[in-house]
């Protein structure tokens, strides 16, 4: 404990009173924007001057058309608690021959790599971020470093979080979409990935695999294995439901069609409650199984915790994806018991599969059956969540407690070159 505060105290004070550009996608109802929450958390608690940059890629999306961010901004509430700033690109930018060449001609084949980072770097950021000297910068996703050696101009460290080998990602995204040949090969876009890697003074993963991977591959850059902050949810007062919790991304929509397809016709009698907006994409995917569960649905709800507080069950059906699941910790959070497949624990240490609460199956049936014995058990109190080995756990490795203790530790050498 000495120790932890001791780190904590030192990046207090380098950071005090320091400029933070902490870069991100305008993103939200996803795994990335819960992290980014954390991280502004925890450069606030070292008494830094954060400035969240949330850019887009989408058209015509530059900062002083404020209206356009509307919905964007009501979906992130949490953010209103300090200065928020915007980025991307004017529509006038489309007309330019060259953005024809590099991004729009690039995409049509499915180069989901280049078109953000081309975007990127031609985006428009808030005028009043114009005369900032920023003395560090937290970058998100590879795609965005155009922005953060922008802001750094050549002075400020930046430290890079990867969140996941994306190249992978996008390969995933392009499935079944009929881009136009040749088609965007992952060697390509893995190497544009490397590439603007490269850039960065240091690297932030997520887990063990993933920070394997790019050690292999950029061996020359200094590399952390930085567990995001996982976000503190709700452990009581419970209730009866029994709760899946997934967005609008392709690894969500699989696993929830194959738990509507595989395990729900096996736990008759059991009532789901599936929240997120991964409803829409149920119903286009799978529209019979949508039509039978169709009241199982709640979509996007702004309380989470709410979900979490009134749930005696979390369900974690995931069968694809790549990455560390910030759903999955946030079911730890909670405290409550967990039935989960073997991928929904991808990136976490190997004692999360052993925890007592926790059940993990992976077949179908054998999840159906564990899934109708958990229904029969009494609701856990809210006393028990809190004492809970998943909960311990999340304390542990994924709290924001623990995330600003490691990212103190981690930060210490690369602030003490940049004086």
């Known amino acids: 404990m000495n120790e932890t505060l001791s780190r904590e105290n030192a990046a207090a004070a380098r950071f005090a009173g320091k400029n933070v550009a902490l870069i991100h996608p305008a993103w939200h109802s996803c795994g990335t924007y819960r992290s980014v929450v954390g991280q502004i958390a925890a450069y606030r608690a070292f008494g830094a001057r954060v400035f969240p940059i949330a850019i887009s890629i989408d058209p015509g999306y530059s900062p002083e058309r404020r209206w356009i961010w509307r919905s964007y901004i009501e979906a992130t509430p949490e953010l209103d608690a300090g200065e928020r700033y915007f980025g991307g690109v004017p529509f006038h930018v489309y007309a330019d021959p060259r953005f024809l060449r590099d991004v729009v001609w690039p995409y049509i084949h499915g180069d989901q790599a280049k078109i953000r980072a081309v975007s990127a770097a031609r985006a428009r950021i808030s005028v009043e971020l114009a005369n900032v000297e920023f003395d560090y910068i937290h970058c998100n996703h590879f795609f965005l470093m155009p922005i953060a050696t922008r802001l750094a101009k050549g002075r400020a460290p930046i430290a890079l979080d990867s969140h996941d080998l994306q190249a992978r990602q996008f390969m995933l995204m392009n499935e079944g979409v009929p881009w136009l040949r040749p088609r965007a090969t992952f060697e390509s876009m893995w190497a544009q990935e490397l590439s603007l890697m490269r850039g960065a003074d240091l690297l932030f993963h997520v887990n063990d695999e993933e920070n394997e991977e790019f050690q292999k591959f950029l061996p020359e850059k200094a590399h952390a294995l930085l567990y995001p902050a996982g976000p503190e949810t709700a452990t009581g007062p ?145 006393a028990q969540r809190q004492a809970s080995a998943a909960r311990a756990y999340y304390e542990a490795n994924f709290s924001l407690r623990a995330y600003e203790s490691n990212l103190a530790s981690l930060l210490a050498p690369l602030l003490a070159r940049s004086r």
Not at 272 to 278: A, E, F, P, S, T
């Open 238 to 382: 419970g209730g009866p439901d029994i709760v899946i919790v997934a967005s609008f991304n392709r690894a969500n929509i699989e696993s929830v069609i194959w738990f509507l397809r595989e395990v729900a016709p096996h736990a008759e009698g059991v009532s789901v409650k599936i929240v997120g907006n991964v409803d829409a994409g149920v119903r286009s995917r799978a529209p019979d199984e949508f039509e039978k569960y169709k009241s199982w649905f709640l979509g996007r709800v702004d309380d989470l915790d709410a979900v979490y507080a009134n749930a005696r069950l979390a369900l974690l059906p995931t069968i694809i994806g790549s990455g560390l699941s910030i759903k999955t910790l946030e079911a730890f959070a909670s405290g409550l018991p967990i039935i989960a497949t073997t991928h929904a624990l991808r990136g976490m240490g190997a004692e999360a599969a052993a925890l007592e609460g926790v059940v993990v199956v992976d077949e179908p049936e054998a999840f159906a059956r564990a899934l109708r014995e958990a229904a029969k058990g009494p609701i856990p109190t809210t």
